[in-house]
């Protein structure tokens, strides 16, 4: 249990206490600093305590904010100061600062404060949430308190926590749809009992109960897929409103509403395949490639915001433009829309599944997300040709994982061998290479050549530090030549079972894709060198597939595809349980921009 040490003058008919207990902490209090820090030097080190003025006065919401989030090591609002374990030697120090200041025999005014100002001298980083109209603050007299008090009544406490419980930054479907009425479901679950993550895998269930309807092939199954799609995507929006509204964030947390999100879109497009082929039309070629085009977007998301992450300097033109859009209403929705998220996208597809056919909602998903894509891309490459800026060697350590790099590129990198400086060009140029080779002579040992080639090309471009304007879009087209070369010679095998098993291969190579990018965003580190090597990295793995492309049948390539689609699936996902379950990264939750 946590602990807070109440420190200063008792204030009589002060609900500091109460409030303290129903956030979970074990009250004590201190009647001078000697006391004070020998309280805090009693709680154990695996735990959080605060240090709190008793004459705070606030809303109990504001005190949530500032002692529950688990996603900071230290964290204060004005009178009140908490440390998790990680925190706890700073917050000692702190103490033990103030304590010598004052003799240790008295108690001074203020002492969360003056705690919170030495931590900010130390340099430690201190979270201070925004509390908007919350109140919270340590009223100096009688005049000020009854102020304060007024302050607090004037302000709905519930209605703040409701409105926060909702992501800032949505699409307009979600915005305008769901959440009016999908928090008031966040905080029944809260109350109840519920975890995000429980509703989380409540929304994985339903999506996959919803891929199963579409693949019985019939309308009704169609309709039926339709509605608990919607039913998922709320649930989906519940799990992340549950973490806002009670503080409950985790690392786990954070992985499984990830990447469940990625599987329940997947899981789907697989089930629209089977349903449509039951109806004797095969639309295996436009799920994988509405999965590969999905995937492709998000790694250019990804990878231009880990390049940018830290970046001195950033500023150019087209940023400023669309901050100035971002100032007029319709012009953030409009922007909101075009980009396709998961809300508008979702629904998209649930209302196509129940109205058309697998195949018009392929088109239609594949035209939309192409031109989101289109969209999104030249905004951001207009953006790196604009900005001056200097990409910390942060930023090319994450792109370099994001590469994914196997045994073959490493070979052939030599130290001090001078290679080419325009990254993206060089990758591009080997991406082209090798899917146009599979375009034009399909399973024949010419593609095998030009995958060696490949080889060679994704080598050096990652032989120097990412750091160009340009180089973010490395990952990308490695991405887009991996995934399309499996497409493509999967298709041309035209063996029933081909291009099924490539879908399975590419979902799970993207899994582990999708894997690393949350890795670096909870600070985490990239998958182990030892998983990359095991699964050939990019260059290896598009080798690989070739090699068997040209040197097996058709049914024999299906069965290869198969054995090792399950093979790089069994690591990724084992290694990635075992290191999500088990990992030692803070709580985190994604705020970014929708999916």
Known sequence: ??????????????????????????????????????????????????????????????????????????????????????????????????????????????????????????????????????????????????????????????????????????????????????????????????TPNQVTTASLLTALIAAGSAATGTRAGYVVAGVLLLCSFVLDCVDGQIARYALKYSTLGAWLDATFDRAKEYAYYAGLALGAARSGDDVWALALGAMILQTCRHVVDFSFTEANHDATANTSPTAALSDKLDSVGWTVWLRRMIVLPIGERWAMIAVLTAATTPRITFYVLLVGCAFAATYTTAGRVLRSLTRRATRTDRAAQALADLADSGPLAHLLVRPGK?????????????????????????????????????????????????????????????????????????????????????FGLVAAVAYHHYDTVYRIRGNAGASPAWLVRAIGGHEGRTLLVTVLAAALTASQFTVALTVLAVAVALLVLVESIRFWVSAGAPAVHDEGEPA
């Open 1 to 194: 249990m946590p602990t807070a040490i109440l420190t200063g003058q008792p204030v009589p008919g002060s609900s500091i206490e109460g409030d303290l207990r129903s956030l979970g902490f074990d009250v004590r209090t201190a009647a001078d600093t000697t006391e004070a820090e020998t309280l805090l030097a009693a709680v154990p080190g695996d735990q959080r305590v605060a240090v709190v003025d008793a004459r705070f006065v606030g809303h109990p919401h504001a005190l949530r904010l500032g002692l529950t989030d688990p996603r900071f090591p230290l964290a204060a609002v004005p009178g009140a100061v908490t440390a998790q374990p990680a925190g706890r030697q700073a917050l000692t120090r702190a103490v033990a600062r103030e304590h010598s200041a004052g003799g240790g025999t008295t108690l001074l005014d203020n002492l969360a404060d003056r705690v919170v100002t030495a931590l900010d001298a130390d340099g430690c980083a201190v979270h201070r949430p925004e509390l908007g109209s919350l109140v919270a603050t340590v009223p100096a007299d009688p005049q000020a308190r009854n102020e304060a008090r007024q302050a607090v009544a004037a302000v709905d406490d519930e209605a703040v926590r409701l409105k926060s419980a909702v992501k800032s930054r949505d699409g307009f479907f979600t915005t305008h749809f769901i959440s009016p009425y999908s928090r008031y479901i966040a905080r029944w679950c809260a109350r109840h009992g519920l």
């Open 418 to 502: 001078t290679y080419a400086r325009v990254a993206v060009v060089v990758a591009a140029l080997g991406a082209v290479l090798v899917t146009g080779s599979a375009l034009l002579w399909g399973a024949g040992w010419q593609n095998v050549v030009c995958a060696v080639l490949y080889v060679l090309f994704s080598a050096a471009a990652v032989a120097r530090p990412l750091k160009g304007s340009l180089d973010w879009l490395v990952p990308p087209f490695f991405r887009a030549a991996e995934y399309c070369t499996v497409l493509i010679l999967a298709a041309e095998a035209e063996v029933n079972g081909a291009l099924p098993a490539a």
